[in-house]
C-alpha cells in the first residue's frame, strides 16, 4: 500500500527525512512515532501528497505520486482519509455539511451521502452537534468531526495525525477502537502519535523515527 | 458533474452574499462600457448606408442616363474601372437607393413603395481624388456627378469622432472592470485560502474548487449584461424617437449586437477570473 525508497526531505538545507526506505502492506495497522520535529508530520505529508521529496520515491497504492501530476491528485487523495492535526474544518460549513461535501466531491448522492454522514457521526457520539458550526465546537469534539470526515467515504488508506492529541482518554481508546475496527475491514491504518499510552494499548508495528530516519521498526513495546 | 455544478452556485451565490457591494459595482462598471459600444455599434449600422463612414477615400455619386440598357451600363462602368485602375466602381441597386431616399424622407416611402417611382442607375466611385470623377459629366450616359452631400460628409466626420471617444470610453472602463474582476477573485482566493487547502486535500478536483468563484464572477456578469441590455435598448430608443421627430427613418438594434453584449459581459470576467486562478492559486493554498 506504501513504499517509501530512499526518501529524503529538506526544508532550506534543513534535513527532515534522510533516505527513509518503507513499506507498508495492505491492511496493516501502523503506529508512526518519534519525538517532536522527527518528521512524522512530513512523512505523512508525502504520503498525501502535499509536499514532494527532496529525493527519492513515493509509491501509494501502486502508484508513484511523488511525479503524479496535480490534475491526478484528487484521484488518489479520494482513496485516502486523512486526519489532520489541525481538523482542517471547513468552518462555513456545519458538520453534517463537513462531511457530505466530501461524500459529494466523492460522486456520492445527496441521500445516500446524508446517511452515511449520520452514520458515522452517530458512531463518533456526534450526531446531535450536526448542525453546529466548527467554532462552536469543543476541541475534542472538532477532533471527532475530522474523523469523522476522514471515515466516512471507507478510504482504502487512513493516514491520521495525532488524532486523540484533543481527547480524553475514554473517546481516545474509543477511537482508537473504531479505527482498528476499519482496519479489520481491510482499510490500512498509519497512526502518527507521540503518545506511549496509546501505542501500548494496541499491539501493532511500531516505526520510531529519530533525525529523519527509522529507528525502529517492529511491535511496541520493543 | 452535476453535484459540481450544484456546489459552485451554491458557495458562489455565499460569496456573492458576502460581498453584496463589490458584486453590484462589477456589474456597473462592466455594463456601462458594454451598453455604451452597444449603442456605438447601433448608431453605426443606423449611420451606414447614409454617411461616409470609411474617413479613407472620398466616395462620389454617379447618377446614370435611365434609358441606358442595363447591357450598355455594365460594358460602361467595366471601362470605368479599366480605363481607372485606381477607381472602386461600385453599383447601387435600386433597391438600396429607395431604402437611402426614404431614409432620409420618409414621405416618399409610400411612393417608392407603390412602384411609380423610376429611379435612374446610381453608381459609387471610391477615390483618393475626387475632382477626377467631374470629368464623367461630358459623358452622354451620365446625368448629374456630385460629390457626397456635405451633411454626409460631416454625419461621417461626426460619427467617426463619436465613434473614436465611445470606443475610448468603453475599452478604458472595461479595462477597468476586468482588473477588478481580477483584483476581487484574487481578494477571495486569499480570503478562502483555507477551504481551498482543505479542499483540495480531501479530493476535490480544481472544477469544484474554481467552481465558486467562476459562478461568483459570473452572476455579475450576467447582471452587467442584462443592464447594458436595458441600457443600450432604452438610450437607441430615445435617439430613435429624436430622428423620427427629425423627419428621419427609426433606429433599431440588431439581435447580434444583444447577443453580443450579454456574451462580453459573461466571458470577460469569467476570463479574468480564469486567468487570476492559474496564476495565483498555488501561491495563496498549501497544497
Given at each position: 500500500m506504501i513504499r517509501l525508497r530512499s526518501v529524503s526531505k529538506e526544508y532550506e538545507r534543513r534535513t527532515i527525512l534522510d533516505a527513509l526506505d518503507l513499506q507498508v502492506d495492505a491492511g496493516e495497522f501502523v503506529f508512526l512515532t518519534g519525538p517532536s520535529g522527527a518528521g512524522k508530520t512530513t512523512l505523512l505529508r508525502l504520503l498525501y501528497a502535499a509536499e514532494r521529496p527532496t529525493e527519492g520515491e513515493v509509491w501509494v497504492a501502486g502508484r508513484r505520486i511523488d511525479e503524479m501530476g496535480r490534475k491526478r491528485l484528487p484521484l488518489l487523495r479520494r482513496k485516502i482519509g486523512v486526519i489532520f492535526q489541525d481538523f482542517k474544518l471547513l468552518r462555513r460549513k456545519t458538520v453534517l455539511e463537513n462531511i457530505t461535501f466530501v461524500l459529494r466531491i466523492h460522486g456520492i448522492a445527496p441521500r445516500e451521502a446524508h446517511r452515511r454522514a449520520m452514520k458515522v457521526l452517530r458512531r463518533l457520539g456526534l450526531q446531535h452537534r450536526q448542525a453546529a458550526f466548527p467554532d462552536a465546537l469543543s476541541g475534542g469534539e472538532q477532533q471527532r468531526v475530522a474523523i469523522a470526515r476522514a471515515l466516512a467515504y471507507q478510504p482504502r488508506l487512513i493516514l491520521a495525525d495525532e488524532p486523540t492529541g484533543n481527547l480524553d482518554a475514554d473517546l481516545a481508546s474509543e477511537l482508537l477502537s473504531l479505527l482498528c475496527d476499519i482496519n479489520y475491514q481491510g482499510a490500512t491504518v498509519l497512526v502518527a502519535t507521540h503518545d506511549h499510552a496509546i501505542l501500548e494499548s494496541i499491539p501493532a508495528r511500531t516505526l520510531v523515527l529519530h533525525q529523519g530516519q527509522i529507528h525502529y521498526d517492529g511491535m511496541w513495546p520493543p | 458533474m452535476a453535484a459540481v455544478i450544484r456546489h459552485a452556485v451554491a458557495e458562489g451565490l455565499v460569496v456573492l452574499r458576502?460581498?453584496?457591494a463589490v458584486s453590484l459595482i462589477l456589474a456597473l462598471v462592466l455594463g456601462v462600457p458594454i451598453a455604451l459600444a452597444g449603442v456605438g455599434l447601433t448608431l453605426h449600422r443606423w449611420l451606414g448606408p447614409v454617411a461616409d463612414l470609411s474617413g479613407q477615400k472620398s466616395s462620389v455619386a454617379v447618377l446614370l442616363h435611365p434609358k441606358l440598357e442595363p447591357g450598355?451600363?455594365?460594358?460602361?462602368?467595366?471601362?470605368?474601372?479599366?480605363?481607372?485602375?485606381?477607381?472602386?466602381?461600385?453599383?447601387v441597386s435600386s433597391g438600396e437607393l429607395a431604402e437611402r431616399l426614404q431614409r432620409w424622407f420618409p414621405y416618399l416611402g409610400d411612393l417608392m413603395e407603390s412602384g411609380d417611382a423610376t429611379l435612374p442607375p446610381l453608381i459609387e466611385i471610391l477615390t483618393d481624388n475626387p475632382d477626377s470623377v467631374t470629368e464623367l459629366r461630358d459623358r452622354s450616359e451620365v446625368l448629374a456627378v456630385g460629390p457626397r452631400s456635405s451633411i454626409q460628409q460631416t454625419l461621417g466626420q461626426v460619427a467617426r469622432r463619436l465613434a473614436l471617444i465611445v470606443g475610448v470610453i468603453s475599452f478604458v472602463l472595461l479595462a477597468g472592470s476586468i482588473l477588478l474582476a481580477a483584483v476581487w477573485v484574487h481578494l477571495e482566493l486569499y480570503r478562502h485560502a483555507d477551504e481551498v487547502t482543505i479542499m483540495r486535500l480531501v479530493g476535490a478536483t480544481e472544477g469544484t474548487v474554481r467552481g465558486p468563484f467562476l459562478v461568483a464572477v459570473a452572476i455579475p456578469g450576467l447582471v452587467a449584461g442584462v443592464l447594458?441590455?436595458?441600457?443600450?435598448?432604452?438610450?437607441?430608443?430615445?435617439?430613435?424617437?429624436?430622428?423620427?421627430?427629425?423627419?428621419?427613418?427609426?433606429?433599431?438594434?440588431?439581435?447580434?449586437?444583444?447577443?453580443?453584449?450579454?456574451?462580453?459581459?459573461?466571458?470577460?470576467?469569467?476570463?479574468?477570473?480564469?486567468i487570476t486562478f492559474a496564476r495565483h492559486a498555488a501561491d495563496a493554498t498549501e497544497s
Open positions: - | 458576502e460581498r453584496a450598355e451600363r455594365r460594358r460602361w462602368i467595366a471601362g470605368l474601372s479599366t480605363d481607372h485602375p485606381d477607381w472602386t466602381v461600385s453599383e447594458s441590455v436595458v441600457g443600450t435598448v432604452a438610450t437607441v430608443s430615445g435617439l430613435s424617437k429624436l430622428s423620427s421627430a427629425l423627419g428621419m427613418s427609426a433606429m433599431t438594434i440588431p439581435p447580434s449586437v444583444l447577443v453580443l453584449q450579454l456574451t462580453t459581459a459573461v466571458i470577460l470576467p469569467l476570463l479574468a477570473a480564469v
